[in-house]
Structure formats: C-alpha cells, structure tokens
DNA sequence: TCATATATGATACATTTGTATAGTTACATG
DNA sequence: CATGTAACTATACAAATGTATCATATATGA
C-alpha cells in the first residue's frame, strides 16, 4: 500500500491498472497521443478488455477524470489533515501523487477534454479559497487572482520541458522542483509591476473600456 | 493590405494561404488535431498542393515553425518603432497578429513541437529583457522569472476557455481582454505571498536542497 | 455439479489520415 | 508558337487506430 492507500501496480485489479496506466499515459503524451493498445500493452491485459471495463477510450477518459476528480480532494484532505502540513498554506505540487493528478487536469485543459472546465474551476475554488482566507478583501477579483495563479502552476506543468532547460534540471524531479519552488517565492513575493505603472496601466485600460474603439492596442505590463 | 503588410487571405498565393490556414488551425486545434484535409479545403486548394509545396504535413508544420518566429520579431520590432507603444513597456499581446502567432506558440509547447523550445527561449529572452530593463539588479534569476512571467501569459491562452467562463466574456475578444489586462495588472503588481511568509519558504526550501531526504513535501506558497 | 455471469483474449472491421502517383492546367521563355 | 517548368487536381495506397465480434477461462451461486 502507497501512502495514499492504494495497493501498488502490481497488486491492482486489471481495471484498477488500466485506469492507473490511462491517467499517467494521457498525462504524459496526451489523450489523442495515447493509443488503447498502448495503455493495454502497459497494464499487461488486451485490447478487449477495455472495451469490456470502460466501454470505450473516451469512457476510459471519463473514468479518469471522475477519478482525478475523487483523488484531487481526497489528497487534499489527506494532506490537510496530515500534522506535518497542518500549518501550512500550501497545497501539494510537492506530494507526487497530486502532481500526476495535476498534470492530468493540465494535459485535459490542453487536450480541450470535456471535464477540463470541472477541474479547472475545482483547483481554482481551492486556491481562491486559500487567497481569501490570506488577504480578506485585499483583491478586487478574488476568483480571477486565483485562476492567475493556477495559470501559472499549470503553465509550468505545460512548459515543464522548457523549464527544465532554464533550471539546468528536470523540473519534475525533486532537485528541480526545489529550485523551482525558490524562484515561486520570489515571483509571488516581488512585484513585477510598480504601483505608479499599475495605476496609469489601469486608468489607460479604464478609459479603453469607456471608449468602444476597440481596436486600439495598449498594455501597462505583462511583458509577453 | 492589412496594418502589418500582409495581403488580404483571398488575395495570398496559394502557399501563402496553406501556411496561414495551417498557422491558425494548429494553434486553434493543435496538430495532431488538425488535418491536411482540413487544411486544404480551408485554403481552398486540393490535399496534393501540401505535398507539392511542403513536401508533408511536418514540413508545413516547420514552414508555420519559422514563419512564426520570424513574424514575432518583425512585429515587435514594427510594435516598438509605432509611436503610440515606444513609451510602453508592454508587449504586444494586445495585438491581434501577435495574438495568432502565441497562440502557435503556446499549442506548439503544448503538442510538443520540436520547435517549441527554440519559441519559447525566444519569448523568454524578450521578456527578461523588459525585466532586467526595468529592474536592474532586483532579481537573483531574471532568466527564471521571465520564464514565470511567459508561464503565466501563455497559460492564459492554453485555458482562455476556462478564463472566459470566469471573466464572464470571451477572453480572447477586445472586452474580455481588456478585463483581463485589469485582473493581470493587479496580478503582477500585488505580492501574494507576504514577505515574512516568503522568507520562512526560502528557508524552509534550503533546509530541504541541504537534506538529500527528498522525499519530504513543503513548500512555502504557491497554493495550487 | 452445473449453470450463469463476469473477466479476459484473439481477431476482424471500418474509418481516418498522411503519403505517394499520375495526370492536367497555366504560364513563362526561347 | 512551341516547349518545358511549375502550379494544381484527382485518386489510389498503406498504416494506424478505435471499435465490434466471437471464443475462452474463471469464478460464483443454486
């Protein structure tokens, strides 16, 4: 048994293992970059047998994300509840179970899966939660902060690869993630615009949406 | 002739129009999730003038490849030189060309393109440029956070779906940027971790690069 | 024990999709 | 005008892939 209580690979039931081999294969190449044979082959059963647990690939799909779902909030209690986290804000790109569900829920964004939209708002409430209860009434948009946030996170989780070379070091792996979480300190603690630009950035924004001329195109930040 | 001195679509070559459609239909749809059928009939040219000019689907692929990025350079540079944006710091996201060309971008890291790393170091660069211009001295890895930066921006685009759900208006269209340009300036501007919290994380972060006990899971922030 | 349902496997099928080939038109150039 | 080269089309081909069908084994319960 894992920490999380699920029994290891081997000791799944044949279902269990190609639902497990699904979420990491969807994860890690994407829904349509996976092949049932793949998942199959990798779960040590036959092609049939999905057919016969699941349905179908997108019924497979499904399965997976009810699960990832399920897991996300069993872990994050899981993790809560656990003394060591207790007093902590943080939620847990650091425990590897929630970073392959976390990376499913980035791969079903990408991929434009139909439950995206659900585990996207879920990880946002999460996180607009933890906002609110750290800076009450600091933010105009609590919701919208959060959905920058979780962006970001997801960005990375996008873009791990390309991290990984501006790191020198996988940024999945333990090394890099602590590398990584230094740098998360800096950019949320530091602003990255001053409040002056922020102020004429937002009157220009403010007097852009008075005026229906959209067609202008001017920013105060957000270097891209 | 449009504002950056492209013909209209109907009046481009027909390899011109291949690469266009193909431009917009892989960053819309992704690449495995585009077709040269697709491709062809949008164009309005028959599936064998992709081969004859492109010699394969991937070959049109690295066309769109180098076309992007030569485009993002000469826009930003026409950008800069415009009178309107030479005191502004910002890039172009507001631009709607500029808009196309990192939405291939940010499908091409997604789908991951050979290319993408090359595109992505591009826009990195760009935007640690603005940073180190701006903040000369204040970050220990500019490298790093501009890559955050292009985290957050491009990560937006991959879930401008989701963002559109929150915002309450297409986060793609004038308006719903224009919102969005609000939420990130409050983003960039306003710490989210305070700076007591932020320096407890880095300690707490350097105590675990100092343990080889990876297994540990903390961090200091970044709800996620 | 026998029967029935569930689990599992082997294989065939149809569709999609990229690619290859051959033919046709248009256009420049001598 | 002749001719050849590039642009362009129509169609055929092969591989990959999700799905369906049929057969077999295993377990469970009357």
């Known amino acids: 048994m894992t920490l999380s209580g699920e029994p290891a690979f081997e000791d799944m039931t044949a279902k269990a293992r190609l639902r497990e081999?699904?979420?990491?294969?969807?994860?890690?190449?994407?829904?349509?970059?996976?092949?049932?044979?793949?998942?199959?082959?990798?779960?040590?059963?036959?092609?049939?047998?999905?057919?016969?647990?699941?349905?179908?690939?997108?019924?497979?799909?499904?399965?997976?994300?009810t699960y990832a779902i399920e897991q996300m909030v069993?872990?994050?209690?899981?993790?809560?509840?656990?003394?060591?986290?207790a007093d902590r804000e943080s939620m847990s790109s650091f425990h590897p179970r929630m970073l392959v569900l976390i990376r499913y829920v980035a791969r079903s964004v990408c991929d434009g899966s139909p439950s995206a939209d659900a585990m996207f708002s879920q990880i946002v409430?999460?996180?607009?939660?933890?906002?609110?209860?750290?800076f009450p009434g600091e933010f105009a948009d609590p919701r919208?902060?959060?959905a920058l946030v979780v962006a970001t996170e997801i960005g990375i989780l996008v873009m791990h690869k390309q991290f990984s070379d501006v790191l020198g070091a996988d940024a999945l792996s333990p090394k890099g993630h602590l590398q990584l979480a230094r740098a998360k300190v800096e950019f949320y603690s530091k602003p990255l615009i001053s409040p002056e630009v922020a102020a004429t950035a937002l009157e220009t924004i403010e007097k852009l949406q008075d005026s229906p001329n959209s067609k202008q195109h001017e920013e105060g930040g957000a270097a891209c």
Chains 1, 2 share one sequence.
């Open 74 to 85: 069993h872990l994050k209690k899981e993790i809560i509840l656990d003394g060591k986290l």
């Open 125 to 134: 409430s999460s996180t607009q939660d933890w906002i609110e209860a750290q």
């Open 144 to 146: 919208m902060q959060a």
């Open 21 to 65: 081999t699904a979420l990491r294969l969807f994860a890690e190449e994407g829904i349509e970059g996976t092949t049932v044979r793949d998942i199959a082959r990798m779960s040590g059963v036959s092609l049939g047998l999905i057919r016969h647990h699941f349905g179908s690939k997108d019924g497979l799909r499904a399965a997976c994300d």
